[in-house]
């Protein structure tokens, strides 16, 4: 499928902008170059009658977005957060892509219900309403449940939706491979392996068993947490091809004026979305990782409901450790510190100059400090910070390409909600919270715990680990003393103790 026909989607994606007049558009949101946009009209204009028509009805972008298909369709939904980057206008434009896309039939919605969960619509649900809710690979009905009357959503993937998506990521693929080819300098960006990462996720959220089950572990961690709710899976009327929750009522997140009319602080929403998400992704090490005004509402009580969880995001311990000192560093302006923290994760290469590194960064972090937040481009710090990591050569760290991606689509919304919030202020208290925890002496007992109970688990195992590492090593190295030998067992078998010793210590202090 990753063949050079995919050239065909290409050429079909620049024909598209320019039939749609969205070309234009998005040239001015990004004040392209007029080298970057003699370029574009080159590769589009020629062939202009060979793309989408889309709908007429909607704005240029959006148009050509959802006439092109899901995947580019995602990609639309993480720009509509981000006015300071495309503008207000095209921001309002590409915001129609978060719920509000054409629904598929209602009666297609019902047939895949009954074939999916096995038995009647009418046995399930008392009522089942129209498409209340239509995006890039689901829709959501709103419906009843007989056994209790409840109300829940029940969320339908689009017929024929894993077969378009293949054919969209597909093309991305062999993009990334000319990308490669044809520009070495950005094979550092690894593109290739971030669109694997991309393929990955979506993959996940075209089966919903997998979406029920995050869901469901994202509300285990995060039960406790103020002023955040989540929807409740109902598991005996959940499939690969149909889930259903709870129905949520509230003001959709991206309604200012819904939200003011309902009394809610919009100052306080924006800094406890942003709070939250950096708890779940530091605390927890798992967070939504699709975080748009469309997936948001806000409870009449004021809590922040989070719903549509095919897209969450994982990171080990260390790598958080490694994001907080970062985020640490920036906020104490201790750029030094933040420099060695991308040299000792290895995101640096280690003949780079740590100080000319702390330079470069101070430069970034600089601006930002003692400003309004609506005083920052960030489209001109985001192409700072790129022309940076090139020239440290700096590679994409594909194990957080979500993260950074719903970092700046978690601040997009804050931001929606506030115009002036200072991200470094607000996510301070959060960030040294952590730090405390992580990295002070607190941390270091809990490490060595964690390894004592390791090594507790396998030391009855160690002597005979140890003598069959001596026999492998045999074949390869004269044979060792046999004093020597014993005394490595001995060693072994002491090590043992140590750790189940230490353990029981460690257990007993609790």
């Known amino acids: 499928m990753r063949g050079p026909h995919n050239i065909w989607r290409l050429i079909r994606t620049g024909a598209t902008f320019e039939r749609t007049g969205a070309m234009n558009v998005v040239l001015d949101a990004f004040d392209a170059t007029p080298a970057l946009r003699f370029v574009a009209r080159a590769l589009g204009l020629p062939f202009k009658f060979l793309g989408y028509k889309g709908d ?41 892509l978060q719920d509000k896309l054409p629904p598929f039939p209602t009666d297609v919605a019902k047939a895949e219900v009954e074939k999916e969960l096995g038995m009647p619509l009418d046995a399930m649900f008392s009522e ?21 009357g409840e109300e829940v959503a029940v969320k339908v993937l689009r017929p024929g939706i894993e077969k378009a998506f293949r054919k969209d990521v597909d093309a991305f ?27 990955g996720v979506v993959r996940g959220e075209l089966d919903l068993r997998l979406e029920s089950s995050a869901a469901s572990e994202y509300a285990a961690n995060t039960k406790d947490d103020p002023g955040f709710q989540l929807p409740a899976i109902k598991w005996e ?43 779940h992704a530091l605390r927890d090490g798992y967070f939504h990782g699709d975080m748009h005004q469309g997936n948001l ?24 450790r490694v994001y907080a000192e970062i985020l640490y560093g920036f906020i ?37 400090f003692g400003m309004d937040a609506s005083h920052i481009s960030m489209a001109r710090l985001l192409s700072y910070l790129f022309e940076v990591t090139e020239r440290f050569g700096m590679e994409t760290r594909t194990e957080l390409i979500l ?54 688990r396998f ?21 060792p003393k046999r004093g020597f030998k014993r005394w490595i067992a001995a060693a072994a078998i002491s090590g043992a103790a140590i750790a189940l010793g230490a353990n029981a210590i460690f257990t007993a202090l609790g």
């Open 403 to 456: 993260l950074q991606r719903t970092m700046v689509v978690v601040e997009g919304v804050a931001r929606s909600l506030n115009p002036n919030m200072n991200i470094w202020q607000v996510a301070s208290p959060v960030v040294t919270d952590y730090i405390t925890k992580s990295i002070g002496p607190r941390a270091v007992l809990s490490d060595l715990t964690a390894t004592a109970r390791v090594l507790a």
């Open 297 to 320: 509402k806000v409870a009449p009580n004021g809590d922040i409901i989070a719903y549509d969880f095919g897209i969450m995001g994982h990171i080990d311990e260390y790598t958080r």
């Open 237 to 279: 009327h959940s499939a690969r091809r149909v889930m259903t929750l709870e129905w949520a009522d509230g003001v959709p997140m991206g309604d200012n004026a819904a939200i003011d009319a309902a009394g809610h602080d919009r100052v306080e929403l924006s800094e406890r979305i942003l709070q939250l998400f950096l708890q």
């Open 56 to 96: 007429p009805s909607m704005p240029p972008a959006t148009r050509a977005l959802t006439a092109l298909g899901p995947a580019y369709i995602k990609f639309g939904q993480v720009l509509s957060t981000r006015p300071d980057v495309v503008g207000d206008e095209l921001a309002v434009q590409l915001r129609v």
């Open 128 to 148: 089942f309403s129209d498409s209340v809710a239509a995006a890039s690979i689901a829709q959501v009905h709103k419906a009843r449940m007989v056994s209790n």
């Open 332 to 368: 104490r302006k201790d750029y030094k510190r933040v420099a060695k923290v991308h040299f000792e994760a290895g995101y640096v290469p280690a003949d780079k100059d740590v100080d000319e590194f702390a330079r470069a960064l101070r430069a970034v972090g600089e601006p930002i």
């Open 459 to 479: 030391g009855p195992r160690l002597p005979a680990l140890v003598e069959d590492a001596l026999i492998r090593q045999q074949n390869v190295t004269p044979e």
């Open 173 to 199: 693929y062999l993009c990334a491979r000319m990308v490669e080819l044809f520009s070495p300098g950005s094979r550092r960006l690894r593109p290739m392996e971030v669109i694997e990462h991309f393929d």
